[in-house]
């Protein structure tokens, strides 16, 4: 059974910092890509970061300069550092595990609040 355990999330000042992670079992994840979504209230789920099984990384343009997206394949882990926090950047995070159409995992979610 597919689990991805997403942590990290909470309430940060404007100009702050967190680091999300992203805890899988159940899948081979050097097999998979991992990616970051996120929904706003009210609004569509969006791709923030990905990271894909040989390493190379693309980011919303968003983000970019701000958001490190990382893993560590031995941890079975995705990370997701967020630096320069904006009040836009609130929202559910969550994590995706990626092989093909029909083998793709999601993350229950994980608040983040940029507010002062």
């Known amino acids: 059974q597919v689990q991805l355990v997403e942590s990290g999330g909470g309430l940060v000042q404007p100009g702050g910092s967190l680091r999300l992670s992203c805890a899988a079992s159940?899948?081979?994840?050097?097999?998979?890509?991992m990616n970051w979504y996120r929904q706003a209230p009210g609004k569509q789920r969006d791709l923030v970061a990905a990271?894909?099984?040989?390493?190379?990384?693309n980011y919303a343009d968003s983000v970019k300069g701000r958001f490190t997206i990382s893993r560590d394949n031995a941890k079975n882990t995705v990370y997701l550092q967020m630096n320069s926090l904006k009040p836009e950047d609130t929202a559910v995070y969550y994590c995706?595990?990626?092989?093909?159409?029909?083998?793709?995992?999601w993350g229950q979610g994980t608040q983040v609040t940029v507010s002062s």
């Open positions: 995706n595990a990626y092989y093909s159409n029909d083998r793709s995992a």
């Open positions: 159940g899948i081979i994840f050097s097999e998979y890509w």
């Open positions: 990271i894909t099984s040989s390493g190379s990384t």
